[in-house]
């Protein structure tokens, strides 16, 4: 199984600018999406294809990379944007990471 | 607009056999792939397995052994039963769908699954 690693927690101020990493133990080419996910509700997607924003999705967030390092950037952040966020690939079986609880000074 | 509905029961006992159903609404199941994906609480979403538009299907090799999926295209509804459940397959159980190169892009509301006795 192709496992991603996700940085456990972050904590910025609003109308800061935040990057969340995500790195996969082998190359997913581009099959690399983002989730936003609150207490209580189903996850959310974000970014599909590595950089590719959602519709209806604030132009706030946006996606990068490929191979086995990915980054979501939130720019700026709102006190909204407080939740987990899931990287998941779809190369081989999907996995995904363990997610990174993004929490508003 | 698709939407996806899961119903099932929220306790079951140690090492009984788990039932879900998925109603998908807004979109044919012979056009659609539909995923499920269930999450224990304060961790990540696992996929466990998933029922192709062309009824073909494929599970997580972790779980293949007590998983199965289904379907029925009249009703547009996707089964899933697990046997030999135990403690630790309390979560939420998710219907996805998922769109083309894998994206799960929908979600259903989610089912809570509590097993014990």
């Known amino acids: 199984d192709t496992v991603l690693t996700q940085s456990p927690a972050l904590a910025v101020s609003p109308g800061e600018r935040v990057t969340i990493s995500c790195r996969a133990s082998?190359?997913?080419?581009?099959?690399m999406h983002w989730y936003q996910q609150k207490p209580g509700q189903q996850p959310k997607l974000l970014i599909y294809?590595?950089?590719n924003l959602e519709s209806g999705v604030p132009a706030r967030f946006s996606g990068s990379g490929s191979g086995t390092d990915f980054t979501l950037t939130i720019d700026p952040v709102e006190a909204d944007d407080t939740a987990t966020y899931y990287c998941q690939q779809s190369w081989n079986d999907p996995t995904f990471g363990a997610g990174t609880k993004l929490e508003l000074k | 607009q698709v939407q996806l509905k899961e119903s099932g029961p929220g306790l079951v006992q140690p090492s009984e056999t788990l039932s879900l159903t998925c109603t998908v609404s807004g979109f044919s199941l012979t056009s659609y792939s539909v995923s499920w994906v269930r999450q224990p609480s304060g961790k990540g979403p696992e996929w466990m397995g998933r029922?192709?538009?062309?009824?073909?299907?494929a599970y997580n090799s972790a779980l293949k052994s007590r998983l199965s999926i289904s379907r029925d295209t009249s009703k547009n509804q996707v089964f899933l039963k697990m046997n030999s459940l135990q403690t630790d397959d309390t979560g939420t159980y998710y219907c996805?769908?998922?769109?083309?190169?894998?994206?799960?892009?929908?979600w259903g509301q989610g089912v809570m699954v509590t097993v014990s006795s």
């Open positions: 996805t769908g998922i769109h083309t190169m894998g994206i799960t892009a929908d």
């Open positions: 294809l590595a950089s």
């Open positions: 029922m192709w538009y062309d009824g073909d299907t």
């Open positions: 082998e190359s997913v080419s581009t099959l």
